[in-house]
């Protein structure tokens, strides 16, 4: 077992609330166990270029409460080939770093499984996404943000809605997962959700929207998947427009302010834990697993069982909606 003297960390993918506390949290996690700690700009395309420089507890002060993520991120297709994976390794074995961790979703974790089945590094990865689409842990970094920043527009969207007695297709991101759209729809006390995991039951829909009609429903909003497995907010209105003349439909697309935000009082908690457990699990030999959080509990779960699951929706949740909307 290599003993673990220098770390890197790096966020890649999408970006989402609450990486700076992780990428903060892994940095002083490091340096409390005596770790030369270095960040990685630009997620793999940095690794690929040495954008790879020392990080110091100061240069992570004042950084947990804001969005984004400070090494940036980045999507790159010169790491998923052989020449370009090789090159991250040379730049890794240059600064002799042992252990590397991963700020991301499913995609940049198979990035660093690829990386080190090929190379000695230890890699670790730390759940950032706001879909919330990752097997393994309950919640993943910048979901709760995300869910905060949905609520918050669904509430003001609400208030012109009934205002003129309108129907409102909100739709939030979330391509391959509707968690946010299925919690927010609860939380935010929507009609209906359409997300790509349960077929949607458009029959019952219209059925409880023309009840909700004859009672006189002042508002109606239904939350809606981006995409195409859920349909997405225009394509739905085009479909069904027969079905929806009695209404007056407006759309709203929430897009990118749902990335965006200073991130939640959870969010920070969370990343916060996940970073010094992922760096304690490095130091403790692990490698290819991902902190994740199970019952308000830190858990490790292999990186290929995280990224091979598909995270189930709960069918209770449905039940939820369905009964609240009597
Ligand atoms: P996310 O982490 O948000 O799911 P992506 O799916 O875009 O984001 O993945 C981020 C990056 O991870 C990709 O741009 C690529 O560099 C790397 N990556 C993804 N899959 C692989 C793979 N199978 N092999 C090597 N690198 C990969």
């Known amino acids: ?25 892994v940095v002083r996690t490091g340096i409390f166990n005596g770790l030369n700690v270095y960040g990685v700009r630009h997620g793999y395309h940095g690794l690929i270029n040495d954008h790879i420089t020392e990080m110091k507890s ?38 002799d770093i042992n252990a590397l961790f991963v700020i991301g979703g499913d995609g940049s974790f198979r990035g660093a499984m690829a990386l080190s089945s090929k190379y000695p590094i230890s890699c670790i990865g730390l759940p950032g996404t706001i879909d919330n689409d990752i097997w393994g842990t309950d919640e993943t970094i910048g979901f709760d943000t995300a869910m905060n920043t949905v609520i918050d527009a669904v509430d003001k969207i609400r208030d012109t809605a009934s205002s003129h007695n309108r129907m409102f297709l909100i739709e939030v991101m979330g391509r391959d997962a509707g968690f946010i759209a299925m919690n927010c729809g609860i939380a935010g006390g929507a009609e209906a959700v359409l997300i790509p995991e ?102 490790l779960v292999p990186l290929e069982k995280a990224v091979k699951t598909r995270k189930k929706m709960d069918k209770e949740l449905l039940h939820v909606l369905d009964v609240l909307n009597t």
Not at 68 to 94: C, D, P, V, Y
Not at 237 to 262: C, M, T
């Open 58 to 95: 100061h240069h992570v002060s004042n950084i947990i409460q804001r969005g984004g993520t400070i090494l940036k991120t980045a999507r790159s297709m010169e790491f998923k080939t052989e020449a370009g994976m090789e090159a991250a390794w040379q730049n890794l074995k240059k600064h």
């Open 198 to 299: 349960i077929k949607n039951d458009h029959l019952t829909l219209f059925k409880t929207l023309e009840e909700g009609h004859a009672h006189k429903k002042s508002s109606n909003i239904i939350l809606v998947s981006e995409g195409d497995q859920a349909g997405g907010a225009f394509k739905f209105a085009e479909k069904y427009k027969d079905k929806l003349k009695n209404y007056d439909v407006r759309i709203s697309i929430l897009g990118h302010i749902q990335r965006g935000g200073s991130p939640s009082a959870f969010d920070r908690f969370l990343a916060s834990r996940l970073g010094v457990a992922a760096v304690e699990a490095a130091l403790d030999g692990q490698t290819n697993v991902m902190a994740g959080y199970k019952n308000s509990k830190v858990v």
């Open 1 to 25: 077992m290599t003993t673990i003297k220098n770390i890197a960390v790096l966020t890649s993918g999408g970006d989402s609330p609450g990486m700076n506390a992780a990428i903060r949290a």
